[in-house]
């Protein structure tokens, strides 16, 4: 290191010091309130992953649901379950998911 790039070293470490203490100082309030918010969104905590089994576990989240026989969460529901039944389990996850919505939306709606 030179003496001339040592002494621009010196200049870009003190706003590379007030960075790091900026973004501590933002980090945890903005942390609390994506955690408060989630925490919000639903009561329990629900571990979601890509296998059948979640398939068949939104599928019974769906049917108790009193729009579950309703246009569009039926439709959206049979194309879940065959996507899923054939294989094609994040999609049909997908599928499942917007039925759920759907059901959710429709009795919200009434």
């Known amino acids: 290191m030179t003496e001339a790039s040592s002494s621009a070293h010196r200049r870009i470490r003190p706003r590379a010091a007030f960075c790091g203490a900026m973004h501590s100082l ?30 068949g576990s939104l599928a019974a989240r769906l049917a108790d649901m009193p729009a579950a026989t309703e246009e569009p969460s039926r439709s959206l529901a049979v194309e879940g379950m065959r996507l899923c039944g054939n294989g094609h389990v ?16 429709h009795t919200t709606n009434r």
């Open 26 to 55: 933002v980090t945890p309030p903005a942390l609390l309130l994506v955690l408060a918010m989630s925490a919000s969104a639903e009561p329990g905590l629900r571990v979601t992953t890509d296998t059948a089994e979640y398939c």
């Open 90 to 105: 994040r999609v049909g996850i997908a599928k499942l998911r917007r039925a759920v919505r759907a059901a959710q939306a």
